[in-house]
Every structure is written in C-alpha cells, then in structure tokens.
C-alpha cells in the first residue's frame, strides 16, 4: 500500500488510493490450486475466519474449520450459494481454545478427520468481551455432534 495522497474514493477500500484499491479488489478473487491440500483454520466461523475458509474450499482444499459454536458456523457455510461444490471437504469441528483440555481434544480428533495437514492458520482469538446473555442463543443451539471430538 503506497500511502499516496488521493481524492477519488473506492467503493470499497476508501482508505487506499485507487490503484492500490483495485489491486486489493482483484486480489480478493484470485485463486490457486489447493486440490489435495489439507488446512486447519482455528476460529472459522466468523469475519477473516469464515472468509479464509471459503477461500481455501473455493480453491479446493480440504478444511478443517473450528469454533465455539459448530453448529452456528456449519449453519452459516451451508448458507453459502456454492456450498454443494465443496461441503464433503468442510470439516467443522467444535473446539474451544479457552482450556488445554479443548486443544488437546482436537489434536486427538484430528488424526481421524484428515491424513495430514498442509496449511494451519491460526485465527481463534476471543478480543470482543461481551456478557454471557449474548452466547445464550449460540450455546443453547449446540448439540453434541458425532464429529466433534470428546469434552
């Protein structure tokens, strides 16, 4: 990014001069030849998460893709208009970072899900706090599923 002066504003990036603009614009729908890749992304459900985890599907990765709240995310992927194109290679796994005992359980699951792993981005983080009535929906929409790795 240039950090050149400017008047004329993007549609997007109004904070990037137009030709740093449109080359951030394009970036957003280059692909590559991820086929046969396996990545893990921590905290998937959500903003950069969620995105990474559909760009790393569009470009045909298997993914594992954690959170707090599985059964929120896995409602939000299948949501997506081309999810028929790349749900058999989405693993959503419920995995909560707070206490050793929830990465130790998806070190353990991981071995049955996936052969290897290629690409681990780790972007599980908790930087909003917000009071406990907020994840009462979430937390109440859980069940316990077969794919998610023992408490």
């Not at 905290?43 to 045909?60: A, E």
């Amino acid at each position: 990014v240039c950090k050149a002066p400017y008047r004329e504003l993007h549609a997007f990036y109004a904070s990037l001069c137009p030709p740093c603009a449109e080359l951030n614009w394009r970036k957003r729908e280059e692909r590559c030849d991820l086929r046969g890749r396996v990545a893990l992304v921590t905290g998937g459900r959500m903003k950069i998460g969620f995105r990474i985890v559909l760009k790393l599907l569009r470009c045909g990765a298997t993914v594992v893709a954690t959170t707090r709240f599985p059964t929120d995310a896995a409602r939000r992927f299948s949501g997506e208009a081309d999810a028929a194109d790349w749900a058999e290679r989405l693993h959503v796994v419920g995995a909560d970072f707070r206490d050793l005992t929830g990465l130790e359980a998806l070190c353990d699951a991981l071995p049955s899900l996936v052969p290897r792993l290629d690409v681990i981005v780790n972007n599980a983080c908790q930087t909003v706090r917000r009071p406990p009535q907020y994840y009462l929906p979430l937390v109440a929409a859980e069940v316990p599923r077969e794919s998610d790795p023992p408490a």
